[in-house]
């Protein structure tokens, strides 16, 4: 056996392969491989844990899932339903695009701080949050009996901190952001890192004392965001969305299109109308007030088709469905069925010229109407029967209850009269009191679902595409919908006696998604492929055969400079050329480097760049300014 002397000889040289011959062959098998540690200060995929390979890429035609891929290659492994451990090299991704955000944050004037993941339960009562998000809510309760949550947002705690600190005009603006773990009960986990229990998000809260103030940072942020998502040169899409449960009267989403995506962006071919589902309109909106004052048809570009004007339908709710197009829905409490109602066909115009087709809901015109909706019932009938115990109601009736069961119904725009409605309907032997809604009352109603071609509300020209998309980001002005209930009130310039509540933002943008968006939109049938922004590394340098020394002078030359080093790897390790590159490719580094035989003939690799599909010889004096040139395309 070789003396220490010899083996301190070989770390010295960087030649591995002297290292593992230091070591005895078992007698049982191969010679042992042992991971060893260097104190060079360069980085080695040896003491690097990345455990790529070993497990079998999923079987199918076309190219494979994202999620697989992030798995395959060593990013990330799941512990539990909806619930994920981020390996070294997922860790380097989150911590580059945490990077990231703290630069923009810090330009825009951001101050950053870290929440409690406990919130309590008595500040969401106050905002009126905890029974309307209590399905989704991981609630727990200490050994006093105290009520706590884990926070899948943070708006209630920062403006009780905020409240408590800040008295007066002159303490704002304020711009507080934290990087943090969220949790939310999610009842069907999916699609890896685009649907868990644990998320990492970055939220941005801004304190204004006016309203315009507010307004003002709202586009500051906006921005921002524009620059921000513009670093991952990869084109996303801004749409104005609905606030939701959130509050507020203004917001808008970012996203990028990907198949894997839960949302539908509406967009037009001509200007820039871009809009998410629950708020798009398509371009046929008039209301039915307008249509009978001008004696028209319910649109002129779009026409009903085949809508019975004298529609009776029968007064058992189940076999509704054979009479007209219907949809029906439950409340979150299971008290109350909605009923809608539009056409079988409509007749849209297309760039082909009229056509007939076919209508599908827009439950998110639904859900706008009646925020208490559960979307999630696929059986709203049944619900609606079990929670009411119809059979028991049957016999002692509904008089006196506190709250009575009901039927709620709605018809889309396209319907100019307002159907016959019977005061109640028959659901299993009670009679079910019906309250009509109709869009006289509400506005105008658009029930039908927007499909690709449908007219712009917003142009004489365009057309709407609809595209699936993930939402990676959005930004909300909230004004006054915590501040006010949580007493978060400051004296004014005007009236210093005077306590008003202060004008709200929130700013998020999901992390941990981030990764599995871009993962998804960039991968190919080889692998990963990173952004530079966001890339493990940026650059990475491999060998075969007699060149393991060789190989670090080229890592030298990329990495070993003062003057803005390339975030390089060196993978030495023990393993053919050509399986090296193959893991490469699946890591996804932007820049891959070989060392190869063209280094013997005139000092030259091979540098390979799946994204631009190049692939050339480069001298290696040259290398730092060829790849860094490279780098700066992706």
Known sequence: MKSFPQVQKALRS?????????????????????????????????????????????????????????????????????????????????EKIERLVDKHMSKLGGSKLSLSTFSSEDLWQKTGRLDRSSSELFRLMDRKGGKYLLSPTHEEEITSLVGSIVKSYKELPLRLYQ???????????????????????????????????ALETYKCVRQAYDTFFNEFKIPFLTAEAASGEMGGDLSHEYHFRTTKGEDNIISCTSCGYVANEELAQSGQNLSNSALESKNESPSSTRQVKNVDYTLHPPKDLETQAKYSNQWLGVTQNRSTIVQA?????????????????????????????????????????????????????????????????????????????????????????????????????????DLVKIQWGDPCPRCDEGTLKVEPAVELGHTFHLGTRYSAPLNATIATKESQNEQTPMQM????????????????????????????????FEAVVLSGGDHEGDAVEVYDALAATSDSPIDAILDDRNKQLGWKIRDADLIGYPVIVVVGRDWKKGRKVEVQCRRLDSKELVPVGNLRAYVEGKLQQL
Not at 362 to 377: Q, T, W, Y
Not at 386 to 404: D, K, M, P, Y
Request: net charge positive.
């Open 341 to 445: 109602f539009l056409p079988s066909e409509i007749e849209a115009q297309t760039t082909d010229g009229k056509q007939t087709r076919n209508t599908n809901i827009n439950v998110h015109a639904i859900k706008g109407l009646f925020p208490e909706l559960d979307l999630s019932v696929e059986t709203p009938i049944e619900a609606f029967k079990q929670h009411w115990r119809l059979q028991q109601l049957v016999e002692t009736g509904i008089a006196g209850l506190s709250e009575i069961p009901r039927i709620l119904r709605i018809f889309d725009i396209r319907y100019s009269n307002i159907l016959p409605s019977p005061d109640s309907i028959t659901i299993d032997g009670l009679e079910v009191p019906v309250l009509h809604e109709h869009c006289k009352l509400t506005g105008a109603i």
């Open 505 to 536: 933002g929130c700013h998020g943008i999901g992390v941990s998604r981030l990764i599995a968006a871009v993962a998804d939109s960039l991968a190919d049938s080889k692998g990963l492929n990173w952004p530079r922004v966001m890339a493990p």
């Open 179 to 213: 990087i943090s773990r969220k949790y939310r009960d999610e009842p069907r986990p999916r699609q890896g890192l685009l649907r868990t229990r644990e998320f990492l998000m970055k939220d941005l809260y801004t304190f204004d004392s006016t309203p315009n103030e």
């Open 14 to 94: 960087h030649n591995l392969s002297k290292i593992s011959a230091s070591f005895p062959r078992s007698k049982a098998g191969p010679s042992v491989h042992l991971r060893f540690y260097h104190e060079d200060g360069r980085r080695r995929v040896s003491a690097f844990w990345i455990p790529s390979g070993g497990i079998a890429k999923t079987k199918g035609e076309g190219k494979e899932d994202s999620h697989s891929l992030l798995i395959r290659a060593g990013f990330i492994r799941q512990a539990h339903a909806g619930l994920f451990q981020f390996l070294p090299l997922g860790l380097r991704v989150q």
